[in-house]
């Protein structure tokens, strides 16, 4: 099992829509979780970074931990044709440098 | 701001051929880190430095070196290039914190080796 899996899609959904992506990880030790995104031929951004379990909103976005299930989840509302991207989640314990963990990362299209 | 810069942007290489990426951040980060990103495979940890004068290796590292030059700056060298390193490399940075995840990401060298 990869430590951190996360739905390869790819997903369009039409402008407007809430999109849902969202990682399962196995290491009970990650306390940091973070949102990149990618757009194409680019470095990733940081979106959104979490500590521990709970919900965090910015604008259209809100990320969500459930430390319990070891599911994070990322909610795009009302997206727009500029949210095509691929979206990145990660983690990390915090103990040590090396150990920042990527999904592969999902890729989605807003459809105008 | 430039934050992250990386050189070249793209690269072609013969197999066997040697080459550096060069690295440069301006946000006065003590933490830089290599990754490369491969399709299906996400990021993946080449080396890292957590501060000046310190290199580790990360979870990929054999066929690269790295030195960190200064605060700066962190080269990623291949010696002996091979098609199985024909990946997108990505140098980031940093806050003094570390290891939280809260990484600054260059735009990326593309490698494609022959």
């Known amino acids: 099992q990869k430590e951190v899996e996360q739905d390869p899609g790819p997903l369009s959904v039409p402008e407007g829509a809430i999109v849902s992506l969202n990682c399962t990880y196995s290491n009970s030790a990650f306390q940091y979780f973070m949102w990149y995104r990618q757009y194409s031929r680019k470095g990733p951004e940081l979106l959104m970074y979490?500590?521990?379990?709970g919900n965090k909103e910015d604008g259209r976005f809100t990320a969500q931990v459930d430390k319990s299930s070891k599911y994070i989840s990322l909610f795009i509302r009302d997206s727009q044709p500029s949210d095509s991207a691929t979206y990145l989640c990660?983690?990390?314990?915090?103990?040590?440098?090396?150990?920042?963990?990527f999904g592969p990362g999902t890729s989605l299209s807003v459809i105008p | 701001n430039a934050g992250v810069t990386q050189t070249p942007k793209f690269q072609v290489l013969k197999t066997g051929q040697s080459m550096t990426l060069q690295c440069a951040q301006d946000m006065n980060h003590n933490s830089m880190y290599w990754y490369r990103q491969d399709p299906g495979m996400g990021l993946r940890l080449i080396y890292y430095?957590?501060?000046?004068?310190?290199?580790d290796k990360g979870e990929v590292p054999n066929g690269y070196n790295v030195s960190r030059l200064n605060k700066r700056e962190f080269s990623l060298r291949l010696e002996s290039a091979a098609p199985s390193q024909t990946s997108v490399y990505f140098c980031a940075s940093s806050p003094p914190a570390g290891g939280t995840g809260e990484l600054f990401f260059g735009e990326g060298s593309r490698l494609t080796v022959l």
């Open positions: 990660a983690m990390s314990s915090g103990t040590s440098y090396d150990k920042v963990i």
């Open positions: 979490t500590y521990s379990s």
């Open positions: 430095s957590a501060s000046e004068g310190t290199t």
